[in-house]
């Protein structure tokens, strides 16, 4: 008689437990869950900002007027930025400087 | 005996009257245990529930504008705003004057709302903080559940003060106002979507639950037929023509005449939409749709084109011009030089308003009537922008014998520069009338529902009529300073008074205009150019004023599409 009580004692303690430990999982899972929501929605945000910036920087208002006035050069310079060809060659370019100027007088 | 019997009875009793007492303590816990838990269960979980939990609303991002391109014209980005619920504040005073300090408002006026809102369980403080404001509010380290940061979407125009007419803007509450925002708020706006936060007993959340019933639903792109690049040659021309004419305003317009796109639609004065708040009062207006003129003789070829259409003329038909006067019914006619015999061609190459008169007898009111209309006069053209005017046709029956000789000289009738542009266009497209679109439809069915490419006259004439009188204009005519080397355009000039307000015209004051187009044999481009009342140079002809302006908006795009020279360019190119 005392056995099957404690039996029974000893179940309902086990099961209670167990259900613990299991909501204690679920709640870190749906915390993870929601920190990675979070990550999403900061780079998401973080997206929207660099390509707005690099969309203001590349705007044809800013180097319209330097292209005609040939103050932007679209040739490939003779030293690569990077030593690895890349595929896209056109990334290559950048505003000449003063010295290279010089340099290619 | 007696006595330890009489004991025994009183302890029993007294033990009935404690396990009595005990028994009816638990049926009273328990009774109020099956009073809250039963019959209180839904009110109370309901209250609970309204402690714990705190619905938010998750706001939108609105989409994105592209021009055809893929240049990114309009887009958000998120902010925060700060908001208190005065309802909570202990020490209003206190708060206002930490917060103004922080976002450097002013703490006496802040605090002045805060107590006109005392009873109040929301209150913006300041809304859209830039990142330092934000970074300033967190290390006051506010504790309590008083306030809080709600996101909210900042609108950012990249490519600058571009195309802001047509753009329009989004307002602080992110409703569109004006242009594309306005018309296409519908797709950009989005649909806001709800997420339900679980706080703790002090307020802290403890849980983020995104409601899957009502899920945030971010706006559509809108893809336009606007080319940045075209564009920004129609502003930067504009701004020379300011600076050298000084008009009261001006505007451009560059079309594809095949396909109805506008490639370029552009607005003096403008404003920038990044910096709305510096705008003047009439920046905000897009001349090309809400502006309306006489548009003077630039509208001379439609009327002919119809009347050859209809066989009433003949292209080696010849008028006489009265050497510059003549008499129509009561009133008298001047033309700007004594022509005598003129052709039809040349009627339009020297831009004859007698010659002009005689067509317009020829005619009659019932064919000239029909032309305006079939050319899309005196109605809307139907571009995807708030705000666009019809223009004026008069009825029928409210023409008189003055409207024979006025109408066909682009007197009695009003338009829009895009209504002009779209009736040329027709000329440029094989006499097919096309209705303008700034926006590229996602959606196929309806593109092709709302396309409109009606043939109004024949392809004969149309061509004639480019390759012929509109390009002799350019040649021998009155837009001899539109010429460019290497291409052979054909175009129109206009000079028209400006009507008066109250009636009549406005004496001395002068609506100057030119369209253009290139090359004759497919056109690719039509630019028209209108300047309201020139003020500097004293001159207002049209030739003079905005076909410099035009040609040279339309040599840049001819180049910028690669369309190829019509004949060899000359050694050294250099722009005007």
Known sequence: MAFRFAAAVVLVVVVALTSAVMEKSNLAQRRRVSQQQYRLDELREQYSQLRSEAQRLGAPARWLDPLEQGRLSLQRPRQPMRAASRATPLLNWMVPTSRDEGALR | MHELGAVNGLSRRRAGWLVTGIGVAWLVVIGRLVQLQVWHQAELEHRAQRQREFVEEIAPRPGDIFDR??????????????????????????????????????????????????????????????????????????????????????????????????????????????????????????????????????????????????????GKPVLLTLDTVVQLFAERELDRLVAEWKPESCCAVVLNPHTGDVLAMASRPTFDPNHPENASEDAWKNRAIADIYEPGSTIKPCFVAYGLDQAVLSTDDH?????????????????????GDLSLTDVLVKSSNIGMAKIGERLGNQRLHDAATAFGLGRKTGIEL?????????????????????????????????????????????????????????????????????PIISPAVAKWLIEGPMHEVITRGTGRLA??????????????????????YLHGRYISSFLCGAPLENPRALVLVMVNQASGGGEAFGGRVAAPTAAEILRQTLVYLRVSPDEPLPPRMTRR
């Open chain 2, 69 to 218: 391109q893929g240049r990114l014209l309009a887009t958000s980005v998120r902010t925060r705003s700060l908001y208190v619920i005065p309802s909570h504040i202990a020490r209003p005073w206190t708060v206002a004057q930490q917060l103004a300090g922080a976002l450097q408002l002013d703490g006496d006026d802040l605090f002045e709302r805060v107590g006109r809102h005392a009873d109040k369980h929301f209150l913006w403080v300041k809304r859209r903080l830039s990142d330092d404001e934000v970074e300033r509010i967190r290390e006051l380290n506010l504790g309590g559940d008083w306030w809080g940061f709600r996101d909210e979407f900042r609108r950012v125009y990249p490519q600058g003060a571009v195309a802001a007419q047509v753009i329009g803007l989004r307002d602080i509450d992110g409703k569109g106002r004006g242009g594309i925002e306005e018309s296409c708020d519908a797709a950009l706006q989005g649909t806001p979507g709800r997420r339900v936060l679980t706080r703790d007993a002090l307020g802290r959340v403890i849980d983020v639950c995104d409601d899957p019933a009502h899920p945030a639903a971010d």
């Open chain 2, 483 to 504: 010429q460019v080397p290497g291409y052979h355009l054909f175009g129109k000039t206009g000079t028209a008074q400006c009507l008066s307000p109250n009636g009549g």
């Open chain 2, 319 to 339: 008028f006489y011009g009265e050497r510059g006067v003549y008499r129509m019914g009561k009133r008298l006619l001047h033309d700007h030089h004594p022509y």
């Open chain 2, 386 to 454: 708030p705000g666009e005017l019809p223009g004026i046709l008069r009825p029928l029956g409210e023409w008189t014998s003055y409207s024979t000789g006025s109408v066909p000289m682009g007197h009695e009738i009003a338009v829009t520069p895009l209504q002009l542009i779209t009736a040329h266009a027709a000329l440029a497209n094989n006499g097919k009338l096309r209705r303008p679109r700034l926006v590229v439809s996602q959606d196929r069915d309806l593109a092709e529902l709302h396309d409109v490419n009606q």
